[in-house]
């Protein structure tokens, strides 16, 4: 959130509102956001701040994490929002941008070696996958998306930012659309990726790196459902660590989980 305030008075007569901003849109979540004249404060929001329009964020649902959201202000939903050097064109009203990530894809980043080749099996638009085919010297990224609103965005925002011949994409489910054995590291962003381990797992060419995303009050939860996948899976595995993301709900944390995986003790999905 830009305007990390709850809406109060400011002690000048003046509301303070909490909103995030991707390019040129304004986002308000709806249980901060005032309920009287909502369209009004919209309006004097997007004066004040020159953005041309103004969107109301009432969560994300399903399996495509499809945003609900209401146009206060303006007629667009359409924007492109920059990120560490990336540009990402997306519609609010299609597809989501969880600005809370940030961290996460400028720390994984940091993790990707030369040479590597990296699978991110819920790319979306290309949240993780084009920061990483950007700034690292990742030999490829393979970018599995199921949605296609989300995949045409995908492939947009790879040639946008001239990553055609670093990024392939590959639409569909990734039980079926992700290729087994090619990868070194497989990024997991999707809250409910522990079901989806055996298929990261399959995509490993030799011991490499998974980053599991998932759910729970406590480090512990996520970690004791990942381990015991692994377990029924088979597979020689260490926890390099558990990172928390970002808040999830009350007392309900995101949080991704680092392992080192050799496939070769594991049974194929
Ligand atoms: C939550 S979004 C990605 C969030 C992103 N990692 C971030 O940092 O903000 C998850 C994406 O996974 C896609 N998805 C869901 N199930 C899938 C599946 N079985 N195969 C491929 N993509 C899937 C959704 O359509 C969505 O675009």
Not at 2 to 26: K, M, N, T, Y
Not at 139 to 150: G, L, Y
Not at 155 to 176: A, K, S
Request: proline share 4%; charged share 30%; net charge positive.
């Amino acid at each position: 959130m830009e305007r990390p305030h709850a809406p109060e008075e400011s002690g000048q007569g003046e509301v303070r509102l909490r909103f995030q901003r991707l390019g040129d849109i304004i986002v308000v979540k709806d249980r901060f956001f005032p309920k009287e004249n909502r369209e009004e404060l919209a309006r004097s929001l997007a004066e004040r701040f020159g953005a041309k329009s103004v969107v109301l964020d009432m969560g994300i649902e399903g399996e495509f994490r499809k945003p609900r959201i209401r146009l206060l202000y303006g007629s667009s939903t359409e924007t492109f929002h920059r990120e560490n050097g990336v540009v990402y064109h997306l519609d609010l009203s299609k597809v989501m941008f969880s600005k809370g990530n940030v961290h996460e894809r400028r720390r994984l980043i940091s993790l990707v070696r030369e040479g590597e080749v990296v699978v991110d099996m819920f790319a979306g638009i290309g949240y993780f996958s084009l920061q990483i085919a950007k700034h690292t010297r990742a030999s490829r990224v393979v970018s599995c998306e199921k949605n296609p609103d989300a995949f045409a965005f995908l492939v947009e925002n790879i040639m946008i930012n001239g990553l055609e011949t670093r990024v392939q994409p590959m639409m569909g489910d990734c039980r079926e659309a992700c290729p087994w054995r090619v990868g070194d590291r497989v990024i997991m962003g999707y809250l409910d990726a522990v079901k989806f381990l055996e298929h990261a797992v399959a995509a490993l060419r030799g011991p490499g790196h998974l980053h599991v995303h998932g759910t729970g009050k406590t480090p512990r939860e996520l970690l004791d459902e990942v381990e015991v996948r692994l377990g029924q899976l088979g597979c020689t595995y260490e926890v390099l660590g558990v990172r928390r993301v970002k808040s999830y709900a009350p007392r309900v944390y995101h949080y991704v989980v680092d392992l080192r995986v050799d496939p070769r003790s594991a049974a194929s999905p």
